[in-house]
């Protein structure tokens, strides 16, 4: 597992107090980690201060799984 | 009852009558407190008052750049930040036929936007601790308006829509917001309205008197205090019975 997957992961069981084998690629924050809006919006203001980038808003609402995150932090980082 | 000990709060608009109220009503409570404001002396005199448990802060809330900053500041000199009172504002009255657009405009940034800014930043810890009180001033003139007062009215008015906004956002975490909406209470601001219009005021006051500051920041403390956990989007009004809304 790549060490930004492992950042956000860890983030996404620290915020949300979710076991950490529930946190797959495939898990929904919302249907199956029972995260509310109010957590997605936390969680990616976790992942820009983690990662020291800017998620827009629009990038933002694509993000609704664990693997959408990793995916758009590997990119943001790599470039 | 009522007990903040412990709690830690920024206070604007502190080197004012009612903010220099508010903040020695927490500090009696036992609260650390940041006192804000842009009369430094003013400020000075107060931390003097209040001996310990106490930070100035000074910020021109007209400055976008240092209202960013301000909540960083408070969260760095007190630890945490449990409750922000927005309570900093000021006046450029004129009648609205008169009114020039930089009077608006000010008004507008320093009472309004200011306290938005500063609630989004104190909001991000206050979401993470699952606790928070964020306490508006308003004012009666908010609801009822006042000739004159066109944009302090609205900036006003506008607080207390963006208090119920931002109540039902972070209800879920702990976090109250509310507003305590002053009438016509003893002040520096209330001194600069002319002889007409205190008389025009004064004559709308079930109680016949202008309340004190002591009486605005009581309702404060009820706010922040633990006793009001189940009480959100609120304003309470605080006027002798001026209006009974």
């Known amino acids: 597992m790549s060490d930004v997957a492992e950042r956000v992961r860890k983030i996404v069981i620290e915020h949300l107090g979710v076991d950490a084998d529930k946190v797959t690629d495939d898990a929904n924050f919302i249907e199956d980690l029972g995260a509310d809006s109010l957590d997605t919006v936390e969680l990616v203001m976790a992942f820009e201060e983690e990662f020291g980038v800017e998620i827009p808003d629009d990038a933002a609402e694509s993000i609704v799984t664990v693997g959408d995150a990793i995916r758009f932090l590997d990119k943001a980082t790599a470039s | ?245």
């Not at chain 2, 508006?136 to 308006?145: A, E, L, R």
């Not at chain 2, 006042?146 to 209800?171: C, D, F, H, R």
Request: charged share 20%; proline share 2%.
């Open chain 2, 1 to 245: 009852m009522f007990d903040l000990s412990g709690k830690t709060a920024l206070v604007t608009g502190a080197s004012g009558d009612i903010g220099g109220a508010i903040a020695k009503a927490l500090h009696g409570r036992g609260v650390s407190v940041a006192i804000s404001g842009t009369r430094k002396a003013a400020l000075t005199s107060l931390a003097e008052t209040l001996r310990d448990r106490v930070h100035i802060l000074p910020c021109d809330l007209a400055n976008v750049a240092a209202v960013e900053s301000l909540v960083p500041e408070a969260e760095a000199a007190l630890g945490t930040l449990d409750i922000l009172v927005n309570n900093a504002g000021l006046t450029r009255d004129n009648l609205s036929l008169r009114m020039k657009d930089e009077e608006w405009d000010l008004v507008l940034a320093v009472n309004l936007s200011a306290a938005f800014r500063l609630a989004r930043a104190a909001l991000k810890g206050m979401a993470r601790r699952r606790f928070g009180r964020i306490i508006g001033i308003t004012s009666v003139v908010g609801v009822i308006g006042n000739p004159g007062q066109s944009n302090y009215a609205a900036s006003k008015a506008g607080m207390i829509g963006m208090t119920k906004s931002l109540a039902a956002e972070v209800a879920t975490r702990g976090i109250t917001v509310n507003c305590v909406a002053p009438g016509l209470i003893e002040s520096a601001m209330t001194q600069r309205l002319d002889e007409k219009q205190r008389a025009w005021l004064l004559a709308k006051v079930a109680m016949g008197r202008f309340g004190t500051s002591e009486e605005v920041a009581a309702a404060v403390i009820y706010l922040a205090s633990a006793e009001a956990s189940y009480v959100t989007g609120q304003t309470l009004h605080v006027n002798g019975g001026m209006a009974m809304i």
